[in-house]
Each structure stands twice: as structure tokens, then as C-alpha cells.
């Protein structure tokens, strides 16, 4: 799939690429460049609930034990 860059610097998104990703206006892009690549990746529309299950567990009880120590320190 290729799409072309317009003189303002937009470009359109191919449409089967927009169902398959289930992208629609005001969905975030990220671009990254890697070398003499460029990959776009979309941004989840709610991050927090996207990064839910990623961690490695009771990050909630590691957070209040290290702003004890914090306290501790002070």
C-alpha cells in the first residue's frame, strides 16, 4: 500500500489499514525512526488501560513501599 505526501505534509491513511487497526479521526499516530526506517505505530485510545496487565503485579504495593522509604529518608 503506498499513499502520497501532500505540499502541506499530510498524507492519507490507506482504508484497509484504517479497519484493520480500527483508526478514525482523532486516533493518535506514533512515528518512529530507526535508522533509514520510518514505522508509525497507533497510539491506544485510553494508555492506561492498554498498559493494564503489562507490569510485573502489585505495583501498587511496590509504589506505597517506596514512598515509605522515600518518607524514611527525608
Partial sequence: MRSTITTRGQTVIPIEIRKRFALGPADGLE???EGKEIRVV???R???AA???QGRGQSTERLLDDRDW???QE
Fill in 31 to 33: 512515528w518512529i525512526v
Fill in 42 to 44: 497507533p497510539l491506544p
Fill in 46 to 48: 485510553d494508555p492506561v
Fill in 51 to 53: 498498559f493494564r496487565g
Fill in 70 to 72: 522515600d518518607r524514611r
